[in-house]
């Protein structure tokens, strides 16, 4: 069996008794590494207490692992329990659909165990979550890489009135050009976008393609570190946000579209006045 277990947001102990309990009868235990992170990171002090609370060895399986060895651990799972532990939900922010049809291919049987993910979480702000409409991801933008193909979808969410999640850059265990030059990878240091690093390459695109999908005085909601004690939320136009400290990572933002009064009420605790954020209940 091939266990596929999302662990929530905030630390190790938001894992569900269930998905606990699934871990505890794995012969061998991997948690993906390359999509988001637990609020202490997945340094070997973070994997330890993994370890402790769960009774079990955690191997990282990052990028290049899962990509290049997927088939090793799903011929694991053949001959015994394996679990592959997912930070938030396994079908969340990001799929690990072809681990599941490359497991059912080689006729490995699967269980998902689900939990809290970003595109639920971000409903504490009190935006209607079924008023939300595609989201997006912003990518770093480089020298000479801009992507912009999100601003169709936020012109296209901002035109029926829907509020779009935009997820931020992650950019782990990224070879350096110079290294894959040479042959011999070599990586850059762990990146993860900031709201003000979203909020600057959304206002360059919307001056680029000038369509009017949103402005510096369009209101978002500024996401840090969901689902830990510490995570801050703030509601404010994109100029006010860009003066906001959000601290570490993961960011996110959300583009505010027509609002109900209900949601109005609630969005006005988090909303920056004169120049303070209100503080996350």
Known sequence: MLYIIGLGLGNEKDITLRGLEAVKRCHKVYIEAYTSLLS?????HGLSTLEELYGKSVTLADREMVEEKADDILSEARGSDVGFLVVGDPFGATTHTDLVVRAKKLGVEVEVVHNASVMNAVGICG??????GETVSIP???ETWRPDSFYEKIQRNRKLGLH???????????????SLC??????????????????EQLL????????????EETTCVGFARLGSEDQM?????MRQLLTVDFGGPLHCIVIVGETHPLEEEM??????EGGNPTQTP
Do not use: W
């Open 267 to 272: 969005l006005v605790f988090y909303t920056i």
């Open 127 to 132: 935006l209607q979550l079924y008023r939300y």
């Open 233 to 237: 939320v703030v509601a404010g136009s």
């Open 140 to 142: 770093f933008f480089t």
């Open 182 to 199: 040479r042959g011999k990878k070599q990586y850059e240091p762990p990146r993860y976008m900031t709201i003000s690093n979203a909020v």
């Open 40 to 44: 202490f990171g997945l340094s070997s």
């Open 204 to 215: 360059e695109v919307e001056q680029k393609h000038g369509e009017f999908a949103y402005n």
């Open 164 to 178: 779009t999640l935009c997820l931020l850059d992650i950019r782990v265990k990224e070879p350096t050009l110079e």
